[in-house]
């Protein structure tokens, strides 16, 4: 079943304490992103990868980190977590085919920093 | 920057109404728009998708359409269920073929639907 997996599914935390969520998809997708949802937010961009080992930012980067070392996963680590990055975490991939291009994602991660 | 806006912010409605949810985008400059569903502890699923040369997508008891002119798209769902209960997103994507952030996706804030039965 082509999917989109993360782990963990909840998480809680102290301020401080270097945490990593793991992302992997199964479709041989080039691209990768990190969105967190907050109420009233919407869902914004963190941070998102074009294919292996390049990675960029997105539109809320500060205070994360991404890895591309291989193509079907996209960790994102928060080395500092603070209580400004509580939130709900989605990953997504994607693959542009035909001009076409459609998003899959996660079941996401509620991540708590107390 | 682009802004994607949706009304009602949350909408409840008696079992077997035929309802619509409103998605609004400042720019018109868009590849596609896609509606998603989002249930409580779940990812996002998406339920049509339109590209910006067409009118309309249909799947089921779901019609979306867009006016890209206007920068409007509405859902349309007939004969809502329990079942349909969730909150729907819209998003616009922006050329594909553009490079990094510029194939990011722009979401609202969503609609929360109840529908009761």
């Known amino acids: 079943e082509a999917q989109v997996t993360q782990n963990p599914r909840y998480l809680i935390t102290v301020t401080g304490k270097k945490l990593t969520v793991t992302c992997s998809q199964n479709m041989n997708h080039e691209y990768m992103s990190w969105y967190r949802q907050d109420p009233g937010l919407g869902l914004r961009q963190i941070y998102y990868s074009m294919n292996v080992e390049v990675t960029d930012k997105g539109d809320v980067p500060e205070g994360y980190k991404v890895s591309r070392k291989e193509k079907r996963n996209f960790p994102l680590i928060l080395e500092s977590p603070s209580p400004n990055q509580t939130s709900l975490y989605f990953c997504?991939?994607?693959?542009?085919?035909?001009?076409?291009?459609?998003?899959?994602f996660g079941p996401g991660t509620r991540l708590l920093v107390l | 920057k682009q802004e994607v806006t949706q009304i009602p912010a949350a909408l409840s409605v008696p079992e077997g109404e035929n309802l619509v949810l409103n998605c609004s985008f400042t720019d018109s400059a868009i590849y596609n728009l896609q509606w998603f569903r989002q249930d409580p502890g779940k990812g996002l699923t998406s339920l049509l998708l339109?590209?910006?040369?067409?009118r309309e997508q249909t799947s089921g008891r779901l019609n979306a359409s867009l006016d890209k002119s206007s920068g409007r798209s509405t859902l349309y769902i007939a004969a809502s269920q329990p079942g349909d209960s969730a909150t729907y997103l819209c998003a616009v994507s922006p050329n594909p073929f553009s490079s990094g952030s510029a194939r990011q996706l722009t979401f609202g804030s969503g609609t929360q639907l109840t529908v009761l039965p």
């Open positions: 997504a991939s994607s693959y542009l085919a035909g001009g076409q291009e459609t998003q899959y």
């Open positions: 339109i590209q910006s040369s067409q």
